[in-house]
Structure formats: structure tokens, C-alpha cells
């Protein structure tokens, strides 16, 4: 049966993975409480990923859709350093309180994701270190002045002007950017017994 696949998110960098990767989709979001007393980083994205996809289900159910084909799509990603979780940063303040964490360290991201359908439910997580270089003083405030901290986990993107602080990562890059390709497809054929590639 083709599948049609519904993206539970608004990231624009999720969004752009699934085009570059030749799926087709439909966004749809819903309100989603992302309030969690859970502690553990991978454990935590992925309880919010199955929440976003089920707040998702729930929405397409009252508008009447037939779901008989539908797979929704939903993501979470945090980033975490010494046990510490930091997600998207409040406001300037917050997000140089987070990139002076991460400054001269070696942290995880952390990605959960969910495949949601009426035949199935998967749930996983990825996780990929990123090392940072010290960052240069002019070159955080110059980087808190754009708008590029402010709706990512640990107040940066990997494929933004933060990679120059990069000095490697080990694991998967898509899952630094906001969706473990990788991980999707292996959950997808776990799933419903095919790659989603």
C-alpha cells in the first residue's frame, strides 16, 4: 500500500531533509504539551516525539481523515552536556548561557523519533558527539546578534555559521541538524517490513 506521510513538525531544517531525500509529505502540527520531569535525554525526546505524533493523530481523527494510509512523522531533539539538557534557548540570555557550555566541549545530541500509523508505532532515539572549539568572544556576539540560535536545541545549527566551531562529530549528521536519516529508515523497515529509501 502507498504510504502518505505527514511531517508533525514545523522545522524548516526537517522539512528540507525530506525533500532533499525525494519523499513527499504534508506538514501538519498540533499543540503539544513538552512539559516532561524526565531527566534522561534520550528517554525525554523520545516520550515528546511520540507525544507530537499522537497530539498529530489525535487532530487528523477529529477532522475525519482516513488514516488508513497515513504515517505521521514526529521529532525531538535536546542537546545534553554533563548530564545538563538544553533545548531552545528562551532568549539571548539563555542562548549564550548555552553556547558558553558548549564552548571548548564535547557534547551529545540527542534526536527521538516517532512513525505513527493505524498498523504500527515505532519509537527511537540517535545520539552523535560534537566537539567544539573555544569560541571566540566577537564571534559569539556577532552569532547572538543573528537569528540563527534562537529555535535550535543547544542555540546552534551545525550546517549554519556555528560550524565554524566544529571540529568533528561522531555519529550521524542529519541527527545533528534535526532528523537521524539513518535511524528513520532502519525504524521504518522494523515497522512496516520496507525501507522508507
Known sequence: MKKHYVLASKSPRRSEILQNLGIPFEI??????????IRDPAKLVEVLSRRKGE????????QGRDLSDVVILSSDTV???DGQILGKPHDRADAERMLRTLSGERHQVISGICLLSEHGVGVA???????????????????????????????????????????????????????PVHRLNILHREIFGENLL
Open 125 to 179: 532515539h540517535e545520539i552523535t558527539e560534537v566537539l567544539f572549539d573555544e569560541i571566540p568572544e566577537a564571534s559569539l556576539a556577532r552569532y547572538l546578534d543573528s537569528d540563527e540560535p534562537y529555535d535550535k536545541a543547544g542555540a546552534y545549527a551545525i550546517q549554519g555559521r556555528a560550524s565554524g566551531w566544529i571540529r568533528g562529530i561522531r555519529g550521524c549528521y542529519f541527527n545533528v541538524v534535526g532528523l
Open 79 to 81: 542537546v545534553a552536556l
Open 28 to 37: 501538519v502540527t498540533a499543540q503539544t504539551d513538552e512539559s516532561s520531569e
Open 55 to 62: 497530539a498529530v493523530l489525535s487532530l487528523l481523527r477529529e
